[in-house]
């Protein structure tokens, strides 16, 4: 079964930082290229990262200088590095792994606010 845990999101003021994490399990890890996603209230979700098995990334424009995408194969987690972070980076944040895998996981949400 597969299956993705994220954690790792709260409140922050802007110009803050969160790491989030998603341990992932159920398909082969170390060669499945992984994404973050996000979805703010009323918007659609929207790619933010990705990372393939060989660690090259790749991110949103709006989020590109700012977030880093990063994996431990080993702990089978993804990892999302999120810096001066601004309100409109206010969502519901969603690990996927690539390669037709549909599950989702619950997300976590993130909320950036003075």
């Known amino acids: 079964q597969v299956q993705f845990v994220e954690s790792g999101g709260g409140l922050v003021q802007p110009g803050g930082s969160l790491r989030l994490s998603c341990a992932a399990s159920?398909?082969?890890?170390?060669?499945?290229?992984m994404g973050w996603y996000r979805q703010a209230p009323g918007k659609q979700r929207e790619l933010v990262a990705t990372?393939?098995?060989?660690?090259?990334?790749n991110y949103a424009g709006a989020v590109k200088g700012r977030f880093t995408i990063s994996r431990d194969n080993a702990k089978n987690t993804v990892y999302l590095q999120m810096n001066n972070l601004k309100p409109e980076d206010t969502a519901v944040y969603y690990c996927?792994?690539?390669?037709?895998?549909?599950?989702w996981g619950q997300g976590t949400q993130v909320t950036v606010s003075s």
């Open positions: 996927k792994a690539f390669g037709g895998f549909a599950s």
């Open positions: 159920g398909i082969i890890f170390s060669i499945t290229s």
């Open positions: 990372i393939v098995s060989d660690g090259r990334t």
